[in-house]
């Protein structure tokens, strides 16, 4: 095997990684759907390529193959660019983000899952609040934002 592919490999494995933590899953989450060991998906993120029959698997999990091999997202490349306006865009991903924040604490405050002075900790909130963000997010930037928008965060939240 060439130095050449062996840093190639090296890099999927990376990048299988990043795609897995992307998507907040675990290894035995990714093992379980696949029918595997853990210990296998250990070493696909950390020496051994993962095959693409498992990745085409994966896909109907929601990774992003074409990340996986390439370090591009494809994805994004589906819209035209130039008919993007970037600060309309920023804005609703900072409006979607805001607002995801103040659901999920008002969930927590709800829940009385605050600390004793009301404090909520964004970080081990960290999933939720970007489930919610995505959530929203879509609902601004499609114009679909509504009260079934919320219901949907809150509808994630609740089953967390």
Known sequence: ?????????LNVCSLFQAERKRLNLSQKD?????GM???????WESSIAIPSDKLVQLASMGFDAAFVVTGNRDGVSLVNKESIDVESAVDAA????????????????????????GEFDAI??????EKATRILAKAELTGNMSNDSIRD????????
Do not use: H, P
């Not at 095997?1 to 062996?6: D, G, L, N, R, V």
């Not at 983000?97 to 002075?117: F, I, M, S």
């Not at 965060?153 to 967390?160: E, R």
């Open 94 to 117: 900072c409006y979607a983000a805001r607002e995801a924040l103040l659901t999920v604490y008002q969930a927590k405050r709800l829940k009385n899952e605050l600390g004793e002075n």
């Open 37 to 43: 060991s853990s210990k296998q998906v250990s070493r």
């Open 124 to 129: 081990k909130s960290l999933s939720l609040i």
């Open 1 to 9: 095997m060439s130095s050449k592919s062996i840093v190639s490999d």
């Open 153 to 160: 965060v809150l509808s994630v939240i609740s089953n967390d």
């Open 30 to 34: 990714v093992a379980n759907f696949l």
